[in-house]
């Protein structure tokens, strides 16, 4: 397991990839994201607070649903388009949807998610663009 001590913004990272793995694990789910499940299951850290945040979590929940129908909708329109994730944190979207991902996040967080996502499979490519943001590069591909 994975140690995991954040707090702040970076610390709402972990707590929308927890509702969106709970909401996988019911049985009517909404939404099914299963890298989530995986995920949570292997991080060392005390998420009853997000348990206890119903209303975070429909958010979550509610955001993933027209997030994920919109960037299917584009990419079925737009075949070659490269997506955008702004503030990517730990968002699995890129595992639900295929395309070519390009993704940004806060330095303050990437010393959590450089070994989580060693734990779920997939290593990004970082390049600093400033001394704020990172950017990821999905599936290897760098220009």
Same mark, same amino acid.
């Given at each position: 397991?994975? !140690? ?15 509702? +969106?793995? %709970?909401?996988? %694990?019911?049985?009517?789910? !909404? ?10 299951? /292997? ?16 958010? $979550?929940?509610? +955001? ?6 919109? =960037?299917? %909708? ?18 699995? +979207? ?17 010393? @959590? ?8 499979? /997939?290593?990004?490519? =970082? +390049?600093?663009?400033?001394? /704020?943001? $990172? @950017?990821? =590069?999905?599936?290897?591909? =760098?220009?």
């Amino acid at each position: 397991m994975e !140690k995991i001590t954040l707090t702040g913004v970076p610390e709402t990272m972990l707590q929308t990839v927890f509702a +969106r793995a %709970q909401e996988t %694990q019911k049985q009517n789910h !909404k939404i099914m994201d299963e890298k989530t499940v995986e995920l949570v299951s /292997r991080l060392d850290y005390d998420f009853s607070l997000a348990e206890k945040d119903k209303t975070m979590s429909s958010g $979550v929940i509610a +955001r993933t649903l027209v997030l994920d129908r919109m =960037v299917k %909708q584009y990419l079925q329109k737009s075949p070659g388009a490269v997506v955008i994730n702004l503030a990517y944190g730990l968002d699995t +979207r890129c595992y639900q949807i295929s395309g070519l991902w390009k993704s940004t996040s806060l330095v303050e967080g990437m010393d @959590v998610i450089a070994p989580i996502y060693k734990i779920i499979g /997939r290593i990004p490519f =970082v +390049r600093n663009l400033s001394n /704020r943001i $990172v @950017v990821l =590069v999905e599936e290897g591909r =760098v220009k």
